[in-house]
């Protein structure tokens, strides 16, 4: 490939930006002006010209959970849009929750922004299976009172090290939990299975390349995880 007319951001100190770059053998081999580039032009050379466009290099995401993101893909979502409850009830009835194995229903990427929920507020959505409903940023949770019960989540259960469930002036838990203390419903919350995990990679992958994004640093790397990604 011989690339030119573009806005080349090198990520390069020494020579920050070019026009043209060659590409042979699957190696970058040339970078810099247009003129020079077209010595690399052959018979079977593919020839794209950018018009002014930036090209950068692949990204590398340093902080990404790919599982975690790929399995949530596969559930019902909410799409950080800003909800009522009532909103929330009518957008699980237009798609098909993920029910794990325990009955568990488990529903993602609700917009936290003003959203108050208490777990008999839920209870309007459902009194025979435990509900979950999990913050887009990836810190807080909502429970129903069959949650909070299949959770062993009481008035008296302390506050983990670095979370919080939150009370009502009573000291009643409301079912709002935050940071660690979402952990304590994930506890029970029956895991996903290795084929699971390894097709919620699968389906990722083709994703962050359409990013852009070549290569990421996975931020949660537990032993069966860490077997997901060997295995692929």
């Not at 590398?60 to 993101?69: F, P």
């Not at 807080?140 to 009502?168: F, H, M, V, Y």
Request: hydrophobic share 40%.
């Amino acid at each position: 490939w011989v690339i030119t007319g573009a806005q080349v951001q090198t990520m390069d100190a020494d020579q920050p930006f070019a026009r043209a770059i060659a590409i042979k053998d699957n190696l970058i081999v040339y970078v810099g002006n247009d003129a020079q580039a077209k010595e690399w032009i052959g018979e079977n050379t593919q020839l794209v010209e950018l018009n002014g466009n930036t090209l950068l290099p692949g990204f590398i995401d340093t902080h990404i959970h790919v599982i975690e993101g790929g399995l949530a893909e596969q559930t019902c979502r909410m799409g950080d849009e800003q909800l009522t409850i009532l909103q929330i009830k009518e957008k699980i009835k237009n798609c098909k929750p993920f029910i794990a194995s325990e009955g568990w229903i488990l529903i993602n990427e609700v917009n936290g922004a003003g959203f108050k929920a208490t777990a008999k507020d839920l209870d309007q959505i459902s009194t025979t299976q435990p509900l979950i409903l999990a913050g887009s940023d990836g810190h807080t949770a909502w429970l129903n009172t069959l949650g909070l019960q299949q959770s062993n989540i009481t008035d008296k259960t302390p506050n983990p090290a670095s979370g919080r469930i939150e009370r009502d002036m009573q000291g009643h838990a409301t079912g709002f939990l935050i940071d660690e203390a979402v952990n304590l419903a994930y506890a029970v919350i029956p895991t996903a299975t290795k084929r699971q995990k390894i097709s919620a990679i699968t389906e990722t992958l083709p994703r962050l390349h359409a990013s852009g994004i070549t290569s990421f640093l996975e931020a949660n790397v537990s032993d069966e995880n860490f077997d997901a990604f060997y295995t692929l």
